[in-house]
């Protein structure tokens, strides 16, 4: 089986702030000062992991273990500390809930926005719009302010931007928790046709049944470590069991 991304002992260190700066004034004074005095965090740590071309691979773990941190470095949006990312294929926009939407834009806005960021050109987003505001089912509410949207309307918006193509790789970050169950189930159809296509698919979900469901396998993440990774109904299990 061919690898589609290789990650080799991935390490992300965030700089955390070690004291309470009340503003924007006082952090400049400080930092005139070398005043400035930060903690260094690490979200992720020494990670290493395959995906095999048409895997769906999971990842699961607590809240503040780096899932979403680890997406947005197979995403390419962050640069690891240290260790390597190969990613060979193209990938549909990180689909996080907003990520990437100008909320005081309408949603029709949006979508010609999001597309030509992702380097379609306008004429194509004119051509897929019609399919975008279907999939979506936002046809009322597509002259509307994304501001004014719900979070279940922004994921339905989101996730009929990015699968208007279809990516060798898709990278779903929470989104499907926050729609209705018949979105979901509307969402599983599309991802299930595109895995059928071929589709390497990477996803983020606290729904265990959802990640068992859907994935071929798993990874776990704990305050940043990998506890477990392998084939997902082991993975899932122990994750349950917590060991
Ligand atoms: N840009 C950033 N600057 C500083 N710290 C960050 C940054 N991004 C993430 N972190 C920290 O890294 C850790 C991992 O965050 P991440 O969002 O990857 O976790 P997660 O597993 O996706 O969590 P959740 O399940 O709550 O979505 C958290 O402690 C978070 O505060």
Redesign the pocket.
Known sequence: MSKIIEAKNITMT?N?SSEKIESIKEYFVKMVKHQLFFEE?K?LNNISFDVNRGDVFGIV?L???????LLKIVSGILKPTSGTIDVRGNISPLIELGAGFDFDLTARENVMLNGLVLGYTKEHMIEKMDEIIEFSELQDFMDVAVKNYSSGMVARLGFAIATSVVPEILIVD?ILSVGDFRFQEKCEERMSKMMAGGTTVLI?S?SIAQIERLCTHVMW?EKGNMVKIGEAKEVCEAYKKGN
């Open positions: 965030f955390m965090f979200a773990g809240n503040g273990s780096g899932k979403s941190t929470e983020v606290h993440l």
